[in-house]
């Protein structure tokens, strides 16, 4: 373990957590407000940040949006003690509910922007999957173009962009009744791409998820690894 | 409302409305039990959106105290938004329970918090969700029992026809008997709804409408109210805690994940109001005073730190400055609240009790919005409503906050008082214009930023158990004209005025003032599809008035006509603690324009201390 200094008055716990069911539905921004609650009552030795106002650090990566589960989230947590990464974990498990739990927790001195690559299940429900639309699914995500309107304030017109360069891999197959297509998508800050633009580009493209009944399609996205650049586990 | 999985593809619901977070439970700390092992299911419902319900102490305290019990599982429920609303009723999903999931209907006990009266719309918008008839006459044996309790219920005729059983006062002691009561009677067989509520209304705070019948006279007034049996009590006792020191407080708080209105620990410090302004009804039906002591709140404070994790404590009660050990508890706290890195906030202080050295203590008070609330232009007014704070306390107080570094405050009033006149209307504008002399008084490089100062405006609304409750209210005109007369004498640019909407205030008075004759319009506005009423954006003045006319229900009857001193008051069945004689009496110096001292100075005899409890103040 590093030794803390004045220049160095810190160390870095990394943790890796789950945030499923349920809690799909909370904003990133709930998410931060809520884990600083969380640390706060697991009593770790944590460091607060200089000035008016002294804050505990908490640095996240990729942020999730509303509606995507995920068993891959990582978060840093700035130290000013010596604790086991396994007690912290056991002290941050104890309080939080079953939809997150902290699955590893370690020391690094990696920088979080290594993560690069992000990959995602997407199950789509639709009461006509077959393996053909699995097929043109596959088949519309893998063109050169895959083209989507972007998010846009109501007074703008939304720009379209093409999101092929950011999909690393993909494929989808049929499970039951349910079309599965995993992917692996850029989550490089510059160059983040939010699944749901995926779930877009399907909805334009092979005219599933049209349905305005909600119990008769509807799917559902879950985060499950992530990457470097290089395509090695990122932790 | 979404855990249980026989309600199907819910999750492709949360996603096509508005913040779905409020939607789905699942918060560390909430209670969860095995609904098998319980013999009293509760639903807590709060007529009001999540966010605002979370952060209602009451509820907080009763389901803390409901769910110590092992026999009983309180769970929450609050009203969906409009968008959620119309997917449920799309899609068949009933309203249902936070914790479990479950829907309303496999609950016992069904109980509101009604905190203001502009919330019984979606109250009863959320009983139709749940499936459940409107009306307490209409309810089969297979219905729970709907509980209605909070500040709104000391004068609950206007929704008494669509409750079971009212609880008046506080409840930790009494919704743990009638829990009790029902429990029993399932267990021995002799439950049936009216028998269960024959037995209850022998509980002392609990009042069962049904069981009373009204007649009026020709004149429209109240003749009487007669129970309909002879063991049902003529009187309605409110309950009362006894001692706060001994009495159970959470120690810990349901964790939202969605931010809330008041997202932090808060603690009740006392009950109750020394002060006796006349307009205000909570100083009056939260007596006798009762105070915590410093001991037990810090005690309090630190364990709800360490099962929460909230980096603010704020203290709360109606007039916190009025707290005899304010001194020793922010002392106590303080010892390791910094450490800690939690802030404290008090949210009400008084303008004679704001001193420099809370300005050093206390974070909130340092750092956040600086608020008075004279309520009245002039000294003669101020001694009308018997708010005994002068022009001297204002000015030394907002002397004290400007040399402290602030340059901005709000001062609160209320037009419509009783005896008010253009000259004290004139004397808010006098009174704000005052203040920002006395902010160019300090020499100029220790004022980097101009002054603003905000007057904001509420109407007078005549509230029962107030020695007001017999004044009338203002015609809707009246408060226009008084409103714009205001407006005219405001010149200097920085003073920014604010004033409520007087419709709101109009409708507001007529249920606070109203009797059993107005259920026919708020059920026909429920019909409707009335919901949110004490939000802006869906309160409806022309609907409510459409309501009340179809009905023929009289609006100046309860509003400009004011009642009669001798005359049959809806809640005169109701026990409050303080007497008749009492506020008759205070009516009658306000219009001598003479003063009251506060309960601390001595006792006025108000008939409180009656109720018993461990007070503070009275003898
Ligand atoms: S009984 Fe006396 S001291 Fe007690 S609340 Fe009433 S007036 Fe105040």
């Given at each position: 373990m590093v030794q803390l200094t004045p220049q160095h008055p810190y160390v870095t716990l990394r943790l890796k957590f789950k945030k499923v069911g349920s809690l799909q539905y909370i904003s990133h921004l709930d998410l931060v407000r809520t884990m600083s609650k969380i640390i706060t009552r697991a009593k770790l030795p944590l460091w607060y940040t200089e000035g008016f106002n002294p804050k505990p650090k908490m640095i996240f990566a990729a942020p999730l949006s509303i509606g995507t589960e995920s068993v891959c989230e990582f978060m840093d947590l700035r130290?000013?003690?010596?604790?086991?990464?396994?007690?912290?974990?056991a002290r941050l498990n104890a309080n939080m509910t079953d939809e997150m739990q902290v699955i590893d927790a370690y020391y690094t001195e990696d920088k979080l922007t290594e993560l690069k690559w992000l990959s995602y299940s997407i199950d789509i429900t639709t009461d006509n999957a077959s393996v053909e639309l699995a097929q043109s699914c596959e088949r519309a995500l893998l063109t050169d173009e895959v083209l989507v309107k972007k998010k846009a304030k109501p007074w703008e017109e939304a720009p379209t962009v093409n999101i092929r360069p950011l999909?690393?891999?993909?494929?989808a197959e049929l499970r039951g009744d349910v079309i599965?297509?995993?992917?692996?998508?850029?989550?490089?800050?510059?160059?983040f791409l939010n699944p749901e633009y995926v779930v877009k580009a399907l909805r334009s493209a092979c005219g599933i998820l049209s349905?305005?009944?909600l119990t008769k399609e509807y799917y559902s996205i879950m985060r499950t690894a992530a990457y470097k650049a290089d395509m090695s586990e990122f932790r | 409302m979404s855990h249980n999985p026989e309600t199907k593809n819910i999750s492709s619901v949360l996603k096509a409305v508005n913040k779905p977070g409020r939607y789905i439970g699942g918060e560390y700390n909430r209670v969860m039990k095995n609904k098998d092992e319980v013999k009293c299911r509760f639903a807590f419902c709060f007529p009001d959106t999540y966010e605002i319900g979370m952060s209602n102490l009451g509820v907080r305290i009763l389901y803390d105290v409901l769910n110590r019990d092992k026999d009983i599982w309180c769970e929450r429920v609050y009203a969906p938004w409009e968008d959620m609303k119309a997917k449920m009723e799309e899609y068949d999903i009933p309203l249902s329970a936070v914790e479990s999931g479950d829907p309303l209907s496999a609950f016992d006990l069904v109980a509101f918090s009604l905190q203001y009266e502009l919330c019984y719309t979606t109250a009863l918008q959320m009983l139709k969700l749940a499936g459940f008839p409107l009306r307490s006459k209409d309810r089969g044996e297979d219905v729970p029992i709907i509980v209605g309790g909070g500040p709104c219920v000391f004068n609950s005729e206007p929704v008494a026809d669509f409750f079971d059983l009212m609880n008046i006062g506080e409840g930790e002691e009494v919704l743990l008997e009638i829990c009790h009561l029902y429990n029993e009677m399932k267990d021995n067989g002799t439950y049936t709804r009216a028998a269960f509520l024959r037995a209850a209304s022998h509980i002392e705070g609990v009042y069962i409408p049904s069981l009373y019948d009204v007649s009026y006279n020709e004149d429209g007034t109240i003749k009487e109210y007669r129970p309909l049996y002879d063991d049902v009590p003529t009187k309605i006792k409110k309950r009362i805690v006894e001692d706060l020191d001994k009495a159970p407080y959470p120690d810990k708080l349901i964790m939202p994940y969605v931010e809330t209105v008041h997202d932090r620990i808060v603690l009740e410090v006392y009950r109750g109001c020394i002060r006796g302004c006349r307009f205000c009804q909570a100083g009056m039906v939260y007596r006798p005073i009762r105070e915590k002591s410093p001991e037990t709140l810090c005690k309090n404070a630190k364990c709800l730190y360490e099962n929460t994790g909230y980096d603010e404590i704020s203290l709360i009660s109606l007039s916190i400055s009025d707290y005899s050990e304010l001194r020793e508890l922010t002392d106590g706290l303080l010892s390791w609240t910094d450490n800690a890195h939690v802030s404290l906030s008090l949210p009400s202080l008084r303008i004679d009790s704001f001193s420099e050295e809370l300005?050093?203590?206390?974070?909130?008070?340092?750092?956040?919005?600086?608020?008075?609330a004279p309520e009245a232009g002039t000294q003669r007014l101020r001694d009308v409503i018997n708010k005994n704070v002068c022009e001297e306390d204002l000015m030394r107080a907002v002397g004290i906050a400007f040399r402290g570094g602030k340059s901005s405050v709000k001062l609160y009033f209320m037009n419509g008082l009783p005896t008010e006149t253009l000259e004290d209307i004139e004397g808010i504008a006098d009174l704000a214009g005052k203040v920002v002399k006395e902010y160019y008084k300090m020499p100029k490089q220790d004022r980097p930023r101009g002054v603003s100062v905000t007057i904001s405006v509420a109407c007078f609304v005549p509230k029962p158990f107030t020695p007001f409750q017999w004044e009338k209210q203002d015609s809707f005109e009246e408060l226009i004209k008084k409103q714009e007369h205001l407006k005219g004498c405001i010149t200097d640019k920085k003073i920014r005025y604010t004033y409520h909407d007087a419709k709101v205030s109009f409708v507001e008075a007529v249920l606070a003032r109203g009797d059993r004759r107005l259920s026919d319009a708020i059920e026909l506005l429920v019909n409707e599809g009335a919901m949110f009423d004490a939000w802006d954006e869906y309160f409806d003045y022309d609907k409510w008035m459409s309501a009340f006319e179809r009905t023929g229900v009289d609006t100046a009857f309860y509003t400009t006509r004011g009642f009669g001193l001798d005359e049959i008051l809806p809640w005169d069945m109701i026990d409050c603690g303080v007497t008749k004689e009492f506020l008759l009496r205070e009516r009658k110096k306000a219009y001598e324009g003479k003063t009251t001292p506060s309960c601390a100075e001595h006792c006025n005899g108000c008939g409180a201390n009656k109720l018993g409890g461990k007070n503070r103040w009275c003898n």
């Amino acid at each position: 373990m590093v030794q803390l200094t004045p220049q160095h008055p810190y160390v870095t716990l990394r943790l890796k957590f789950k945030k499923v069911g349920s809690l799909q539905y909370i904003s990133h921004l709930d998410l931060v407000r809520t884990m600083s609650k969380i640390i706060t009552r697991a009593k770790l030795p944590l460091w607060y940040t200089e000035g008016f106002n002294p804050k505990p650090k908490m640095i996240f990566a990729a942020p999730l949006s509303i509606g995507t589960e995920s068993v891959c989230e990582f978060m840093d947590l700035r130290l000013v003690d010596d604790i086991s990464p396994e007690e912290a974990k056991a002290r941050l498990n104890a309080n939080m509910t079953d939809e997150m739990q902290v699955i590893d927790a370690y020391y690094t001195e990696d920088k979080l922007t290594e993560l690069k690559w992000l990959s995602y299940s997407i199950d789509i429900t639709t009461d006509n999957a077959s393996v053909e639309l699995a097929q043109s699914c596959e088949r519309a995500l893998l063109t050169d173009e895959v083209l989507v309107k972007k998010k846009a304030k109501p007074w703008e017109e939304a720009p379209t962009v093409n999101i092929r360069p950011l999909i690393k891999e993909i494929s989808a197959e049929l499970r039951g009744d349910v079309i599965h297509i995993d992917a692996v998508l850029s989550a490089d800050a510059s160059a983040f791409l939010n699944p749901e633009y995926v779930v877009k580009a399907l909805r334009s493209a092979c005219g599933i998820l049209s349905n305005p009944d909600l119990t008769k399609e509807y799917y559902s996205i879950m985060r499950t690894a992530a990457y470097k650049a290089d395509m090695s586990e990122f932790r | 409302m979404s855990h249980n999985p026989e309600t199907k593809n819910i999750s492709s619901v949360l996603k096509a409305v508005n913040k779905p977070g409020r939607y789905i439970g699942g918060e560390y700390n909430r209670v969860m039990k095995n609904k098998d092992e319980v013999k009293c299911r509760f639903a807590f419902c709060f007529p009001d959106t999540y966010e605002i319900g979370m952060s209602n102490l009451g509820v907080r305290i009763l389901y803390d105290v409901l769910n110590r019990d092992k026999d009983i599982w309180c769970e929450r429920v609050y009203a969906p938004w409009e968008d959620m609303k119309a997917k449920m009723e799309e899609y068949d999903i009933p309203l249902s329970a936070v914790e479990s999931g479950d829907p309303l209907s496999a609950f016992d006990l069904v109980a509101f918090s009604l905190q203001y009266e502009l919330c019984y719309t979606t109250a009863l918008q959320m009983l139709k969700l749940a499936g459940f008839p409107l009306r307490s006459k209409d309810r089969g044996e297979d219905v729970p029992i709907i509980v209605g309790g909070g500040p709104c219920v000391f004068n609950s005729e206007p929704v008494a026809d669509f409750f079971d059983l009212m609880n008046i006062g506080e409840g930790e002691e009494v919704l743990l008997e009638i829990c009790h009561l029902y429990n029993e009677m399932k267990d021995n067989g002799t439950y049936t709804r009216a028998a269960f509520l024959r037995a209850a209304s022998h509980i002392e705070g609990v009042y069962i409408p049904s069981l009373y019948d009204v007649s009026y006279n020709e004149d429209g007034t109240i003749k009487e109210y007669r129970p309909l049996y002879d063991d049902v009590p003529t009187k309605i006792k409110k309950r009362i805690v006894e001692d706060l020191d001994k009495a159970p407080y959470p120690d810990k708080l349901i964790m939202p994940y969605v931010e809330t209105v008041h997202d932090r620990i808060v603690l009740e410090v006392y009950r109750g109001c020394i002060r006796g302004c006349r307009f205000c009804q909570a100083g009056m039906v939260y007596r006798p005073i009762r105070e915590k002591s410093p001991e037990t709140l810090c005690k309090n404070a630190k364990c709800l730190y360490e099962n929460t994790g909230y980096d603010e404590i704020s203290l709360i009660s109606l007039s916190i400055s009025d707290y005899s050990e304010l001194r020793e508890l922010t002392d106590g706290l303080l010892s390791w609240t910094d450490n800690a890195h939690v802030s404290l906030s008090l949210p009400s202080l008084r303008i004679d009790s704001f001193s420099e050295e809370l300005m050093k203590k206390v974070s909130s008070v340092r750092t956040g919005g600086l608020t008075f609330a004279p309520e009245a232009g002039t000294q003669r007014l101020r001694d009308v409503i018997n708010k005994n704070v002068c022009e001297e306390d204002l000015m030394r107080a907002v002397g004290i906050a400007f040399r402290g570094g602030k340059s901005s405050v709000k001062l609160y009033f209320m037009n419509g008082l009783p005896t008010e006149t253009l000259e004290d209307i004139e004397g808010i504008a006098d009174l704000a214009g005052k203040v920002v002399k006395e902010y160019y008084k300090m020499p100029k490089q220790d004022r980097p930023r101009g002054v603003s100062v905000t007057i904001s405006v509420a109407c007078f609304v005549p509230k029962p158990f107030t020695p007001f409750q017999w004044e009338k209210q203002d015609s809707f005109e009246e408060l226009i004209k008084k409103q714009e007369h205001l407006k005219g004498c405001i010149t200097d640019k920085k003073i920014r005025y604010t004033y409520h909407d007087a419709k709101v205030s109009f409708v507001e008075a007529v249920l606070a003032r109203g009797d059993r004759r107005l259920s026919d319009a708020i059920e026909l506005l429920v019909n409707e599809g009335a919901m949110f009423d004490a939000w802006d954006e869906y309160f409806d003045y022309d609907k409510w008035m459409s309501a009340f006319e179809r009905t023929g229900v009289d609006t100046a009857f309860y509003t400009t006509r004011g009642f009669g001193l001798d005359e049959i008051l809806p809640w005169d069945m109701i026990d409050c603690g303080v007497t008749k004689e009492f506020l008759l009496r205070e009516r009658k110096k306000a219009y001598e324009g003479k003063t009251t001292p506060s309960c601390a100075e001595h006792c006025n005899g108000c008939g409180a201390n009656k109720l018993g409890g461990k007070n503070r103040w009275c003898n």
